[in-house]
């Protein structure tokens, strides 16, 4: 949200101390322990857990209590859910959306009670004040950009559609240019080349929605929109199935966020944001206690907790997480049987070897290999399929949904028996040479072995250079842990012991493969993360990726302090007589720190501000700066030394109660000065990092007593 503008007689100076205070703590320290959860409060307390999948999304949750938890419940009872083949309601939902105009056919199929008597959901009232808070959190937009507002033609959009509401209006006869279908938004978070094909998918569609307009307001104003959008109708969805089992809506919620290890930490900022417009939407909890878990660690804790009988302490094993756009390998050990705890990550993404951990191959690309094949063999057949007010575009998505619910997982292209099946699609001409019969594409086992070889080998690759780089430091790890969507395929499963087979042959020991037995493999990173966030030191090690620091304004002191030196002019303060170097950043963790990161880390730097007799309110802003590189304090924030930093948050601190109670007094200048009289508040700001949740903290008085004025995350 854009900051409100203060006056000059209201903007406070920030000035760090020569000597700054510094606290390292780890998790013996009594007073930086976890808060303990008081379960004996009446008011129930619950943890939810979200696992945004690229191409399905799952929550569940859990009540705290005593002792360890329970088996995490999983939210299901999606609208339009087609039910999966055992008859049970599915426990993931389609991470898709569409923003609908110019179709009243398909608004009309909703609200004629087709969709299960659910009218479609007006999105768009409160658009200004849910996005604004994304907004103002956006690193790349200066201070005088948060205060334009750009006015545009208004278009309005009909209704927005998500989940399996889509895939029940799919029909061969839709024109997708009016449908804006969001697919794949995950990858919008991830800035590399490998998803830039997706990326580029999306671009036109999410032109047109920050283009238009909705009773005056922008659909969406950045492109990281539609995942808030999308999980706001989530949230709003599990509220109303909490509220079903007698969970009240305004019960106290802390939410846990998986995402993938390989995300950085704009990615993982940009995901809370979304997460913290959707919870402001619907009103499930807020984000204190807000707590991030990587996608491996979340799938490794419940691995850990189903599989004790697998594993022994000391043994190392490869968790394989294959889901629906990333797939991670990771190799742990177990450190502790009772209660089971894991290691660091055995294979260090430190240089010494190639980055193997990850491959951007999952199940969704396997439906879009589907696609793109279907869409070639129907090449120059368009003016004879496209009638009657179908479209290719049409068509093509109406059989990647069947392939998706029925094909996908029971095909097996490692099996020597002969695959065959029909694909049906009206006015279709038959075609030896093309294998068409009339209104069917007839589609054999080559035909699959190009669409699921792709992935398969990417992902039997990736397993095989884990296990080799294992090997090569003295690791012998024999046993291997599947899990995630992809994990159902038998085309995968078949694939990945065809390949262990062959390895347990050239490596002189037996590498089993093992899927999970206390829950479905598609659930098992949102029913860990409830797990890893009930106990958050039971984490794996880590090490710091990134600096964080704290922007300043330093007293200048050129002899003790190398980086004042540079400073050709300082800036005289007339309020207490003090020259000052302005917008410095005093960084309190570094870049790759040779320590292991406790499970929670905590720093802190007393600060002061300057304010002047006549200033009417004392507020405190604070902003928290990110860097991959940086590590040096005391430069400015212009300097080259600071090229890579951003802003990662900002809070600001109303400390007027110190001056109307009378807490502080104006300091009076002293005789033949030609200083003003004016006040001086000091405040202590902290940075605690648990796990990969990291935020911020401004609190008063300094010391032990404090208490946090103002916070961020």
Not at 71 to 78: A, R
Request: glycine share 6%; hydrophobic share 35%.
């Amino acid at each position: 949200m854009p900051q409100r503008r203060m006056s000059i007689e209201s903007t406070s100076t920030t000035t760090i101390r020569a000597m700054s205070e510094y606290r390292n703590a780890g998790p013996t320290d009594d007073e930086m322990q976890v808060d303990p959860i008081d379960i004996s409060v009446t008011k129930p307390r619950y943890i939810i857990a979200t696992d945004f999948g690229t191409t399905f999304s799952a929550v569940a949750f859990i009540r705290r209590a005593a002792g360890q938890p329970s088996k995490p419940q999983i939210i299901s009872n999606y609208n339009d859910d087609p039910i999966t083949l055992t008859g049970h309601p599915n426990v993931q939902v389609a991470t898709e959306s569409w923003y609908i105009e110019d179709c009243p056919n398909i608004v009309q199929t909703s609200m004629s009670g087709q969709l299960k008597g659910e009218e479609s959901e007006d999105i768009y009232d409160d658009r200004d004040s849910e996005h604004d808070l994304t907004l103002g959190e956006e690193s790349s937009v200066s201070e005088d950009d948060m205060d334009l507002d750009i006015e545009e033609p208004i278009d309005e959009p009909s209704a927005f559609f998500w989940g399996y509401e889509i895939q029940s209006l799919i029909s061969p006869d839709m024109d997708r240019k009016k449908y804006n279908c969001i697919a794949r938004s995950k990858l919008l978070l991830d800035k590399s080349e490998r998803t830039q094909s997706v990326r580029d998918q999306l671009k036109p569609i999410l032109e047109r929605l920050k283009n238009g307009k909705n009773k005056g307001k922008r659909i969406i104003q950045r492109d990281e929109d539609v995942i808030a959008d999308y999980l706001t109708q989530l949230f709003r969805h599990t509220k109303k199935e909490l509220e079903k089992i007698g969970i009240p809506g305004d019960s106290e919620f802390e939410h846990v966020l998986c995402v993938p290890a390989i995300w950085d930490a704009d990615a993982c900022r940009e995901m809370q944001n979304s997460v913290a417009v959707a919870i402001q939407a619907t009103g499930l909890g807020s984000m204190d206690d807000f707590f991030l878990v990587s996608e491996p660690e979340a799938a490794a804790a419940f691995v850990l907790a189903g599989q004790r009988s697998e594993l022994n302490a000391g043994e190392p094993f490869l968790l394989l997480d294959a889901g629906g756009g990333t797939v991670d390998a990771t190799v742990y050990r177990v450190t502790e049987r009772f209660p089971l705890r894991l290691s660091k990550e055995i294979i260090p993404a430190d240089g010494r070897f190639p980055p193997w951990k990850s491959c951007l191959n999952g199940s969704s690309f396997v439906n879009a290999a589907f696609r793109e094949h279907l869409r070639k063999r129907l090449e120059g057949e368009e003016k004879y399929i496209a009638t009657s007010g179908y479209t290719l575009d049409g068509i093509l998505d109406d059989h990647v949904k069947q392939f998706e619910q029925r094909t996908k997982k029971v095909i097996d292209v490692t099996d020597t028996r002969r695959i065959l099946q029909e694909i049906k699609i009206q006015h279709l001409r038959p075609s030896e040479r093309k294998r068409f019969r009339p209104n069917t594409v007839i589609m054999e086992k080559k035909d699959f072995e190009k669409i699921f070889n792709p992935s398969l080998n990417a992902i039997s690759e990736l397993m095989e250079n884990q296990l080799t780089a294992a090997k090569d430091i003295g690791v012998e790890v024999e046993k291997v842990i599947l899990v995630g969507g992809f994990s159902a395929s038998k085309a995968l499963r078949s694939t990945l012991q065809k390949k262990l087979d062959a390895l347990s042959a050239l490596f002189g020991y037996r590498i089993k493969l093992i899927l999970p037995i206390n829950g479905e493999p598609q659930t098992a990173v949102v029913e860990g993360a409830i797990i890893r966030a009930w106990d958050k030191e039971k984490g794996p090690q880590r090490f710091l990726k990134l600096s964080y620091g704290f922007q300043v304004t330093e007293q200048y002191d050129p002899i003790n302090i190398e980086a004042h030196r540079e400073v050709k002019h300082a800036t005289l303060d007339p309020k207490d007589g003090f020259e000052y170097v302005h917008n410095t950043i005093e960084w309190l963790v570094f870049k790759d720190d040779t320590k292991t990161i406790p499970n929670r880390l905590v720093k802190s730097t007393v600060v002061y501000h300057i304010f002047p007799l006549s200033a009417k309110r004392l507020e405190c802003e604070e902003i928290l700066w990110v860097s991959s590189t940086c590590t040096e304090s005391h430069y400015r924030k212009s300097h080259p030394k600071n090229k890579d930093a951003h802003i990662a948050g900002r809070i600001t601190a109303d400390m007027t109660f110190l001056k109307t109670q009378k807490l502080i007094q104006p300091i009076e200048p002293e005789k033949g000065s030609r200083t003003r009289k004016h006040y001086k508040v000091e405040v202590q700001l902290f940075l605690i990092i648990e796990g990969r949740n990291m935020r911020f903290e401004a609190r008063w008085p300094k010391g032990d007593e404090g208490l946090t004025r103002a916070e961020g995350q």
